[in-house]
């Protein structure tokens, strides 16, 4: 395995919690974006256990509500990357991008349309999550 995260020695590691870690992103979209990495090598947020889920929640807001106290910022998008949309040889992380006044952030975001049966999925989704909840 050549995962990047897996070595920690070899990032500046800004915190730790008891299941992730934080980092700058090195190649950041905005200024202040932070990378929040699994400790564990997960490779799909289905993989985290209920504590480790629980965690990442509670992170997600201290670090935003940080952010937002303490800098000249809006608030803060986060991204879940996960499964094969990650990038290669990086296992289950989080981004969490400070978002400023005129930052035109969703103005580049053009991604082709593809087709999605979201007549399949409102018939699916209910029974799922009764299931699986």
């Known amino acids: 395995?050549?995962?990047?995260?897996c070595n920690q020695s070899k990032l500046d590691v800004l915190f730790q919690t008891?299941?992730?870690?934080?980092v700058w992103d090195i190649d950041p979209i905005q200024k202040g974006h932070l990378l929040i990495i699994s400790k564990v090598h997960h490779m799909n947020i289905s993989e985290l256990s209920e504590n480790e889920l629980l965690e990442m929640v509670k992170l997600q807001s201290l670090v935003s509500s940080f952010y937002e106290e303490n800098f000249d910022v809006l608030g803060t998008t986060s991204i879940?990357?996960?499964?094969?949309?990650?990038?290669?040889?990086t296992h289950f992380h989080f981004h969490v991008i400070p978002?400023?006044?005129?930052?035109?952030?969703?103005?580049?975001?053009n991604p082709k349309q593809l087709q999605f049966d979201t007549q399949t999925f409102n018939d699916s989704i209910k029974k799922y999550l009764k299931d699986n909840f």
Not at 18 to 22: A, E, Q, R, V
Not at 99 to 109: C, G, T
Request: aromatic content about 26%; charged content about 15%.
């Open 1 to 5: 395995m050549n995962c990047i995260f």
């Open 80 to 89: 879940f990357n996960n499964g094969n949309v990650m990038s290669q040889n």
């Open 18 to 22: 008891n299941y992730f870690f934080g």
């Open 99 to 109: 978002r400023y006044k005129n930052d035109n952030f969703y103005d580049l975001i």
